[in-house]
Every structure is written in structure tokens, then in C-alpha cells.
């Protein structure tokens, strides 16, 4: 337990650079709350006074001001508390804003690996519902946490002052309430984290069903992913069940062992009273204290529990925010030379992912300036992986790419980025206008630019039709437009910074064959004068190439012209014909029969 609140502790002191900058504030909203709680703790004393003078002397002068005293302090405890809270809302906000966009940033720099572990719903509740409870933290509790055990200490000095033998029956209601406490704070901490657990994999489900709508109705699976989601939704409920329960039997101990100590109280009051030994008002003002200090006690309990909770939060917080960034810029970065040529090279290039299995073993390619290079090869044989390490979505674990004769590694991620523009397999469009889907790949252009792109990709026309033109809102993910529509957005997007080096992951696959023809005749026009490896699957993509390079068993085993590995690589004239749906593999082989 010891281990587990040193864990709790020190994951709650990496909260203090959040906090620093606001750390006046924070001392305000402390004192503010301290003096609202001693005029508190004032009340009492000046009902002992009104007992044990006025009343028991009939003096009505005195009674009028003592209890204007009291309205005094009721009034200022009033007015500290709307200090506190209207003082510590916005270092609170700005803290988990702060946190917020820390998060987020993080997100950005990490690799895309990282992405692929990790579930969606899961980050999206780190974002969310943790930040939140951290907020709550910074706002309430850690202030109480701290005030309300100072107010319980003085509070206890009062009393013993008053009577130590009332502080005696006091101490055995408090002291086995603080113990109690932190039994059930350890418990309640591990329920709190599993909870906040499956939350976020709630949340996963509930994002993939709502992404995934179409397939889902498509294949009638919206009743299975119903219960799936039922599944996990009753699994959530019964953790936070456990949780009531946790706090029930806290709470009902933070009743019942008050309430036996004010009765105690009582009784040693009344004994005391009957023999002399103790006063009326006296009496009155400890059973006054000790009734003010029911919500402190009550409370450490359950800001106990409320800063547990924050620690799961933070623990979850953390574990992103400390996965290391594997792909960054050097600390002095190379220049490329000027104008850009646009020559890349793979020396030896190796890959493996985290689990140690390796898709390249030793690829070696070069990318003459100007020239396209078509890159087959089986599906799951590496091609996707190679073309993400031109752009340094991932790092090669093994030799080197080169740009004009300098590493990738050596350039700066933003002028890496800016020279080599990139079209995926699956078209990625943002819930924002046709301009700014497009001007993602270039952020500084106009709308000339961002026309001029769009003309190369063939997206011109339907984006005119579309209601507002390029001011037109897609929606997400882009599902209003058709597929192709997308992959036509995402063409235009990769080339409208004009880059020297375009890397394209079969960016044709989802259109039609009049669409692709059209695309294929604009692509021919705007690859001339730019380096490019394009992903390549069907034998029209294969053309658009130069020259064609196959890539099997983790290297390149083949390269030449289309027409020269189709009449000496029978690898390759299989590997075609499997996703030659128009047969033109089929044709072009007899014409080279015949011939």
C-alpha cells in the first residue's frame, strides 16, 4: 500500500508544472478558502460567549452584538467562498487547456506506429473525461485536501481548549475515521482506474460504429455491434457499481462515527455540567465545533478517493505523453541544395516493426531526377512501409534514403515534408471546406493554387458543383463524396505545393476507369518534371512509370521498363495478370508473342 501511495504521489507532483504559473491565484484561492472556513469555526465560539453571558445574565445590550459578531462572520464566510470559486475557475480551465493542447501536440509528434496500437476511443477519453477530473482536482479538491485537514486540527485545538476530555470523545470518532479512509482510498483507486479503462474502449466502439455506419448497415451487423456494445456498457456499469459500493461503506462510516462522537459528547458534557466542572455555552460551542468539523472529517475521505481518481487520470495522461517521439529532426539541420533535383536513392534500406518482425531486408533503388518509378509487389510485401519512409512517417531501422545525396534524417521534418508530397491508398479528408482540405498540403497558397491543383487532379468540375464551391464543408471523413471524389481530393491535396518528390500509394484504386483515365492523362503532365514512386496495383497505374521496380521477399528483385519485365519476368507477368481485370496484361503478351 505504502508502494502504491508513493506512486499516487509522485504521479500528483508532475501536476506542479501545470500549476506553477498560476501559483498566485492559487495561494488567494487558498486563503480565501482558510479564512472562510476559520470564521467558520468562529460561530461557535461567540455562541459560547452569547450562552455563558448574555443569556445566563439577561444582559439583552451585550446579546445584540455578539450577535451581530456572528452575522458578521456568517456574511464574510459567504463572501470568501464566492472569492474562491470565482478565483480558481480559470487557473483551473487554463491548466487542463494547457494539458489539452500538450496532449494533442503530442499526439502530432508521435509516429504513426504509435497510432496503430493504440485505439481511438482510448485517446479520446485521455483528452476528455481524465482532463476533466483533473480540472475538478485543481479546482476542489487539492484545496479542500489541504484546508479541511488544517480546519480539523484547529478545529480539534478548540475543543481541547474548550475541554480535553470533550477532545478525548472527539479523537475516538476522528481518529479511527482517518485510518478507515485510507483502507478504502487504496481500494477504491484500482475500481476508479478500470473504470476510466473501459470508458475509453466504450468510447472505441461507439466511434468505430458511428465511422463505420455504412458497412455496418451494408452487412447488417448493427445488432451484433449492439450487443458488443452492450457487452462492454454493462461491463462499465458493474465497475462503476463497485465503486457506489466502495464509497457507501465509506459514507456510512463517515456518519455513524461523527454522530457516536457528538453523542459522546453530549453525555461527557451533561456529566460535566451536572457536577460543575463545565459550562452551558461550553458545552454548546464544542458540540458547535464538532458539528462543523463533520463536513472536513466527512469530506478527507472522499478527496481522498476524488485525488486517487485524478492519479488514475494522470497515470493514463502520462502514459501518452511520455511515449518517446522516434521520429524527429536533427538538432542542426542539412539544407538541400538549390533548386531541388529531386534524386532519391535507397541505400540498403531495412525495416521491422516493434514486434522484431522485418517486411525489408536490404532495399536498393534509385530514383532518377524527373523520372517515375512504379513499385508492385505482393500484397503485404512491404510496399506501403517503403514508401512511408520517404516522408519519415516511419524510420528505416536499417541504411539510408537520400535526397540529392542527403539523408532524409538530416533534413528538417518541415523541409522534408515541404519537397516530398504524399497521396495515400485511403484518402483522408478533415470536416472543413474543399479549400482547406486541399491547402493542408501547402498552407500558404491561394486559391489560384488550390484551383490549379485541382484541375491537375480532375476535381475541378464536381467541385464547382458541389453548393458552395470550394467553400463547400465536406463532411467527415468525407463520406458525402464518392470515393473517388475523395482520392481525386487527396491527388490535389499532395501536389498543389509542387513538390520536387511525390510519393503515391496506388492513389487510383477507388476510381472508375473513365475517372482513372482522365487522372492518369493530368498525372502524366505533372510528373515530367518531378521524382516519383507510385504504389502501383493495376497495369494502367503500372504505365504511367518510366521504369518498374518489384519488390518481393523484403528487396527489390526486379527493375527495368514495364515492357522488359514482362517479357523476361515471370514473376511479374503473374503478379500483373492476378490484378489485371481488363486483361491487358493478357493482350500485351501476345502482342509481344506475335512480334
Same mark, same amino acid.
Given at each position: ?16 508544472? @501545470? ?12 486563503a ?37 459578531? =456572528? ?6 464566510e459567504?463572501?470568501?467562498? @464566492?472569492? #474562491? ?6 487557473p ?19 509516429? =504513426? ?18 482532463? &476533466?477530473?483533473? #480540472? ?45 479512509? *485510507?483502507?478504502?482510498?487504496?481500494? *477504491? ?15 472505441? &466502439? ?11 448497415? /451494408? ?5 451484433e ?10 461491463e ?11 464509497l457507501?461503506?465509506l ?6 462515527? !461523527? ?28 458540540? +458547535? ?35 518517446p517521439v522516434?521520429?524527429?529532426?536533427? /538538432?542542426?539541420? +542539412?539544407?538541400? !541544395?538549390?533548386?531541388v533535383r ?54 528505416? &531501422? ?9 539523408? =532524409? ?14 497521396? *495515400? ?33 480532375k ?16 463532411g ?5 463524396l464518392?470515393?473517388?471524389?475523395r ?30 483515365a ?11 518534371g ?8 493495376? !497495369? ?6 518510366? #521504369? ?10 526486379? *527493375? ?18 492476378s ?12 502482342e509481344?508473342?506475335?512480334?
Amino acid at each position: 500500500m505504502s508502494d502504491q501511495r508513493n506512486s499516487t504521489i509522485r504521479t500528483l507532483r508532475r501536476l506542479w508544472p @501545470y500549476v506553477r504559473p498560476h501559483r498566485a491565484r492559487m495561494a488567494v484561492v487558498l486563503a480565501a478558502t482558510m479564512l472562510a472556513m476559520l470564521c467558520g469555526l468562529g460561530i461557535p465560539l461567540l455562541t459560547q460567549r452569547i450562552v455563558d453571558g448574555p443569556i445566563q445574565n439577561g444582559d439583552t445590550a451585550t446579546l445584540w452584538w455578539l450577535v451581530l459578531g =456572528v452575522l458578521v462572520l456568517g456574511l464574510a464566510e459567504a463572501g470568501l467562498f @464566492y472569492v #474562491r470559486r470565482k478565483v480558481v475557475a480559470r487557473p483551473a480551465a487554463q491548466v487542463e487547456a494547457r494539458m489539452r493542447f500538450d496532449l494533442y501536440q503530442r499526439l502530432q509528434r508521435l509516429p =504513426v506506429s504509435f497510432h496503430d496500437r493504440w485505439q481511438s476511443g482510448q485517446l479520446l477519453s485521455r483528452a476528455t473525461n481524465d482532463l &476533466t477530473t483533473v #480540472r475538478r482536482f485543481v479546482a476542489f479538491a487539492i484545496i479542500f485536501l489541504v484546508v479541511n485537514s488544517l480546519v480539523v486540527l484547529i478545529g480539534l485545538g478548540i475543543i481541547a481548549a474548550l475541554s480535553p476530555w470533550l477532545l478525548v470523545v472527539a479523537l475516538c470518532g476522528a481518529l479511527p475515521l482517518i485510518v478507515i479512509s *485510507f483502507f478504502f482510498e487504496s481500494r *477504491f483507486k484500482v475500481v476508479a482506474r478500470k473504470a476510466q479503462d473501459q470508458s475509453g474502449d466504450l468510447t472505441t &466502439t461507439v466511434e468505430e460504429s458511428v465511422l463505420g455506419i455504412r458497412v455496418l448497415k /451494408a452487412f447488417g451487423r448493427g445488432p451484433e455491434l449492439s450487443k458488443r456494445f452492450l457487452a462492454q456498457a454493462r461491463e462499465l456499469r458493474r465497475t462503476e457499481l463497485h465503486k457506489v459500493s466502495i464509497l457507501a461503506a465509506l459514507w456510512s462510516v463517515l456518519i455513524v462515527l !461523527p454522530e457516536l462522537s457528538i453523542a459522546g459528547m453530549l453525555g461527557v458534557g451533561a456529566a460535566g455540567i451536572v457536577n460543575g466542572s463545565m459550562t452551558v455555552g461550553t458545552l454548546v460551542a464544542a458540540v +458547535a465545533v464538532s458539528a462543523y468539523l463533520r463536513w472536513p472529517i466527512d469530506s478527507i475521505g472522499w478527496l481522498l478517493a476524488e485525488t486517487n481518481q485524478t492519479a488514475s487520470a494522470l497515470e493514463r495522461y502520462w502514459e501518452v505523453v511520455d511515449e518517446p517521439v522516434t521520429v524527429t529532426g536533427p /538538432a542542426t539541420p +542539412a539544407a538541400l !541544395p538549390s533548386p531541388v533535383r529531386g534524386h532519391v536513392r535507397f541505400e540498403g534500406v531495412r525495416f521491422a516493426f516493434e514486434d522484431g518482425r522485418e517486411v525489408l531486408k536490404g532495399v536498393d533503388l534509385d530514383l532518377r531526377p524527373g523520372e517515375t518509378v512504379a513499385l508492385v509487389g505482393a500484397t503485404g510485401s512491404g510496399k506501403t512501409t517503403l514508401t512511408a519512409l520517404v516522408p519519415r512517417l516511419a524510420d528505416a &531501422t536499417g541504411g539510408r534514403i537520400t535526397i540529392d545525396g542527403v539523408d =532524409v534524417r538530416d533534413l528538417s521534418l518541415e523541409d522534408l515534408r515541404t519537397v516530398v508530397g504524399t497521396a *495515400f491508398e485511403e484518402p483522408v479528408l478533415f470536416s472543413a471546406s474543399v479549400t482547406e482540405n486541399v491547402a493542408l498540403g501547402a498552407p500558404d497558397v491561394g486559391e489560384d493554387r488550390v484551383r490549379e491543383a485541382l484541375r491537375v487532379a480532375k476535381a475541378e468540375e464536381f467541385v464547382d458543383a458541389l453548393p458552395w464551391g470550394l467553400a463547400t464543408r465536406i463532411g467527415e471523413q468525407g463520406l458525402s463524396l464518392s470515393g473517388g471524389q475523395r482520392q481525386r481530393l487527396a491527388l490535389a491535396r499532395a501536389v498543389v505545393g509542387k513538390p520536387s518528390v511525390l510519393v503515391l500509394d496506388d492513389p487510383l484504386s477507388a476510381l472508375d476507369v473513365h475517372t482513372e483515365a482522365e487522372v492518369e492523362a493530368a498525372l502524366r503532365r505533372v510528373l515530367r518534371g518531378v521524382t516519383a514512386l507510385v504504389v502501383a496495383h493495376r !497495369p494502367s497505374t503500372v504505365q504511367l512509370a518510366d #521504369r518498374v521496380a518489384m519488390l518481393s521477399d523484403g528487396r527489390i528483385t526486379a *527493375f527495368g521498363t514495364h515492357r522488359e519485365l514482362l517479357e523476361h519476368n515471370e514473376e511479374y507477368r503473374r503478379l500483373l495478370s492476378s490484378s489485371d481485370h481488363d486483361g491487358q496484361v493478357r493482350d500485351q503478351v501476345e502482342e509481344e508473342v506475335a512480334s
